[in-house]
């Protein structure tokens, strides 16, 4: 797998356009994460690849990731860069 950040901003766009691009979510587990803080783990597949992206916003903090297979990696860099 390959890592990388992606800004806070980006993640209700970018989940709209894997949905967009027909990646089938396999997991999604939301809730608050601890003592005012929210969060969110998303994880889609499509073709054996998988793309997870970690959420969370404690407080105003925003942090979130994605953990890319390497085949889809350039795919998903794309899809992030067109949305900026």
Known sequence: MKYCDIAGNLCEPFK???NDQAWQITHQDVGQTELLA?????????DGNKVL???SDRQGQVQANLE?????????MTTIAELT
């Open 68 to 76: 890319i297979s390497p085949a889809v990696y350039d795919e998903i």
């Open 16 to 18: 709209k356009a894997m």
């Open 38 to 46: 929210y969060g969110y783990v998303i994880a889609w597949e499509k």
């Open 53 to 55: 992206l970690q959420y």
